[in-house]
């Protein structure tokens, strides 16, 4: 084991050293760059920590864990500082990066010589890597953003900057109250997000209410309704709508042919958002409130009922009082989903103002006033934050229907028929609506011009997809390709690095018990709460400038898919990690197997259909995402849905129908794809028998 | 790094605290090589994680542990050269039971070759050589358990775990393993370390049984002894049934002496209790009804009567408190209201420390 040890330190400390030798340290087109003579100390740490091998071994692995963590962090944190302390260097490149993770392992295996982590190696490394990643990704940003809050535009840092641009008259003025023409962002946003809140929630009810507990026939058809949030990008359902109820929307045209009504454009602005967030976001709540209703245990229905209460008296006393803490947790979803919302406030807001869009019109706009979108970022952060932590204690304290983990019989108990009515009144039309609203988006992109002539064409296909012969081979000539293909790309490396580092967190938060653990865990879900917009802000401000130098490239948009999506392979493999029985990596343990053959044997082959859906996951919302990219995007790196969106803002519907269409057709694609490839194993075997037992000694 | 010989094994002053809740509280025993030694006790009692301590599975909070004499305490698991079988078997249900065998010798660093066969003498080994191929979900719970007990062995360990193994089979097929696994740790001759709540399992199965409740060890010793002998009042009840009365010491010598219940007198070791009023534990089966009341004996009233096939059970109201009885004489049963007479045997009487 001591020899183990001794190897992978004496590995790491030669990666570093060729690493040191062989790779640019600066990321200018010839490597090189000023101030040669700071190589000179991780230089040194690495051939000390070489060294160490010689080290005798009765001084043991207590001296030799000591020594590797000095020199290792040491020469980390010495990488670290000269880099943002000395001005005048360009920024980093792939051999600092080398270097630095060498030295990090090293501190890592440091760490395990001296028993944290049980001594082991591999978990010591992994906890190291994913702290520093989700530290230099996330929080760096973060706190950087809270930076560029409170220094003014001259660079000094003073509490009166942030003081005044919180509470300056745009976010916060209450015109439109008293007959003025426009409420502040603030105002605008709070009272969105609880509208949508309200919304969702009550048709999410109504739908998993219908789908749970009623014979309806065509559940199937509903379930899909759940998935397309899923493989839309946010502004499709913004697009039906204008092709709806726009000013030259089918409903307009209808009223002036037959009524002579003027056109109006109340779809631009709150009642247009609002109604968009809610066809979007409804389907989430649906998926939320699925599981509190089927979590409702069926026997305490029936208990309630052979105590003589009838249906509506059960409905009402102990159903719903069940669902309670589930219906607070689907409002907190819906309100938190639509502070982050980017899509359809920049379709449809027109002059209604939320954070999300301000913030961008502050960075990309005429007024380009870095401290002022960090400042309304940073309230969009502390919105979001609140929510998310109100969120945890509802989900986290009273979690009724987790209680009876045996299925215990019975059948739900029907609705009462005034219940039952209401569900069903709401919720189908509610869906024929929204596979309405699908389908003439879809439609759209293949007629002329909406509003005034339909004549179908292929015209916007053409001109967005064309692709010519020549002697040379083919030409995409088709102006969407270029995004297109980024996008591709972009995603495909993103998706595999995502579910991996997710799937990794999951196996040390679930798996692992180490010092520090409840910190860590805290710090990967926080992530979870950072709205894209917030992200994107935050990116510029701390990858423009070196030591980090990562705008304008394609690394900082793989870096925002790994890390804005990695909670979800999070979420996916605590999910399923939690199903198998611990004492699976128990047993491969006694019988020799060490944490890296554990995980690797055992747990990721019980894990598929968690990593296929952390792949598919990853890859869709990589192809999907706006808020945070559209920040991050360069001419070199157009995404497909920033393209789309500047199709929109300049009016050219037909292009960005037709964009979306296709990218939908792709992402159903991908998803079976995905599935076929990995999946396949498991279909040929029969399901796993997986005993879920609580953790930790039970005798 | 195999080694083939049994290994004794050693915990001294061993403690394990998770947060503010001690789990194990300075134990300490011996466990000599090739015997089989059962931790006994109710559930939260602390067994389960002495033997993943010993196992490797968790760390102590303070205390040595060695097996064969080496200092143990430190090493992980995977060095400790120990293997286990578990409460829900943990067969790995994406793996074959060819595969599920093979998986220590492979992970060892053993060819595919070599790793199958010994895999496939390791089956045959529990007679399951001909379901190699199967998934563990397509065996019956007591063939998962030889596929489990397999697993282990093969690794030829010096010292081989059980977390309460039967607690998942019914009671017919229960009795049948608890005999294989004395077999087969008597034909290997490895030590067994055998965690269970059932005390007649442990009877059954055990060279020496602990006794453990609330985190300590209560007792330690041959089944006989804590059965006929039990220390306190903790362990005369978890090792069966025991009635608590009420007697009178007088010492006779330095190791027994004369204690006085109701009107009976009996010669008993009085193990170090001072003289006066003691604590008496008596097993139900050493209660013996007799027809009629003669000097020296108790008298009773029955209150309750139960027909159990093999005996009778009986509550007996008597002069030194009500009594539990149990007795073989099934075709003579006696109806509530019946007035006995009550004596002792000569077995199954024992003071104990309150």
Known sequence: MRDALRRWAVGW???????????????TSDGAGPGKLQLLVPGLTLLAALALRNLPSRLGRSVLGLRLMVLGGGGFIYIAAQGWALGGQPGMGLGAAVVATSLLMLFAIGLAARGFFKGDVFVAGAVVAVTVLVGLFTFYPVARILLGAVQGSDGSVSGGAL???????????????????????????????????????????????????????????????????????????????????????????????????????????????WLAQTFSFTPVAFLVLIGVVEGVSPSLEEASQTLRADRWQTFRRVSLPLMRPGLANAFLVGFIESIADFGNPIVLGGNFGVLSTEVFFSIVGAQLDQG??????????????????????????????????????????????????????????????????????????????????????????????????????????????????????LASVAAPLTAALGILTAYLLVRQRFVGRAA???????????????IGVSYILAFNVPPIELTGTGTILVVCFVFRNMPVGLRAGVAAM????????????????????????????????????????????????????????????????????HRVLNGDYGVAIAYSSVLIVLMLAAIGLIQLLVGERRLRRAAPALTPLPAGPTA | MTDRRAASIELSRVTKQYGSVTAVRDVSFTIAAGSLVTL?????????TTLRLIAGLETVTSGRIRLGGDDVTALGATERNVSMVFQSYALFPHMSVLDNVAYGPRVGGQSHRRATESARAALAGVGLAELADRLPSELSGGQQQRVAIARALVLEPRVLLFDEPLSNLDARLRRQMREEIRALQQRLGITVVYVTHDQEEALGVSDR??????????????????????????????????????????????????????????????????????????????????????????????????????RMEYSIASEIGELFVTSPAVDTPLAPGATVALTLTGHGITLIRP
Not at chain 1, 13 to 27: D, K, S
Not at chain 1, 190 to 212: I, N, P, Q, R, S
Not at chain 1, 407 to 433: E, I, K, T, Y
């Open chain 2, 40 to 48: 006994l006790g109710p559930s939260g009692c602390g067994k389960t």
């Open chain 1, 520 to 534: 860590f865990e805290f710090a990967t879900m926080l992530s979870f709460a950072i709205p894209g917009t917030v």
């Open chain 1, 13 to 27: 400390g030669l990666v570093g050293c060729a690493a040191l030798a062989l790779l640019p340290w600066y990321a």
């Open chain 1, 372 to 489: 002022r979108a960090a400042a309304l970022g940073v309230l969009l952060l502390a919105l979001a934050l609140v929510a998310f932590f109100v969120q945890r204690r509802v989900v986290g304290g009273k979690n009724y229907t987790a209680i009876s983990g045996k299925g215990d019989g019975g059948r739900p108990a029907p609705l009462p028929p005034f219940v039952r009515r209401l569900a069903f009144g709401v919720a189908l039309p509610w869906a024929v609506l929204t596979l309405s609203i699908y389908g003439l988006a879809l439609a759209g992109g293949f007629v002329e011009t909406w509003g005034r002539d339909y004549t179908p064409t292929l015209r916007h296909y053409v001109k967005a997809f064309s692709v010519e012969w020549s002697q040379t081979g083919i030409i995409w000539s088709g102006s969407a390709w270029r995004s297109f293909w980024t996008t591709l790309e």
């Open chain 1, 163 to 273: 003081a005044e641009r919180l509470l300056a008259a745009k976010i916060w003025r209450i015109d439109c109250l008293t007959g003025g023409r426009s409420c502040g962002v603030g105002w605008n946003t709070l009272v969105l997000a609880l509208l949508t809140a309200t919304t969702t929630t009550a048709l999410g009810l109504a739908f998993a209410l219908v789908v749970t507990r009623t014979g309806f026939k065509a559940k199937r058809l509903l379930r899909v309704l759940t998935i397309l949030p899923i493989i839309t990008p946010p502004f499709v359902i913004g697009l039906g709508l204008i092709l709806i109820f726009g000013r030259s929307g089918l409903v307009n045209q209808l009223m002036e042919w037959a009524f002579a009504v003027e056109p109006s454009r109340w779809i631009y602005g709150l009642p247009g958002v």
């Open chain 2, 209 to 310: 049984i602990i006794v453990m409740n609330h985190a300590v060890v209560a007792q330690e010793g041959p089944p006989r002894d804590l059965y006929e002998s039990p220390d306190d009042v903790f362990v005369a009840g978890f090792m069966g049934e025991a009635n608590r009365v009420k007697g009178v010491l007088q010492r006779l010598d330095d190791r027994t002496g004369r204690v006085t219940i109701g009107g009976l007198t009996r010669t008993l070791p009085h193990r170090g209790l001072a003289d006066g009023a003691v604590d008496v534990a008596i097993r139900p089966e050493a209660i013996l009804i007799v027809g009629q009341p003669t000097d020296g004996a108790l008298r009773g009233t029955v209150k309750r009567a139960a027909y159990l096939g093999s």
């Open chain 1, 578 to 645: 939690s199903q198998i029985d611990p004492s699976l990596d128990e047993a491969s343990r006694t019988l020799g197997g060490r944490s890296l053959a554990t995980l690797r044997r055992v747990i990721l082959p019980l894990l598929r259909p968690a990593v296929v859906a952390a792949l598919v996951y990853s890859f869709v919302r990589a192809m999907t995402t706006v808020s945070a990219v559209i920040f991050l995007v360069s001419a070199d790196y157009d995404m497909a849905t920033t393209y789309i969106i």
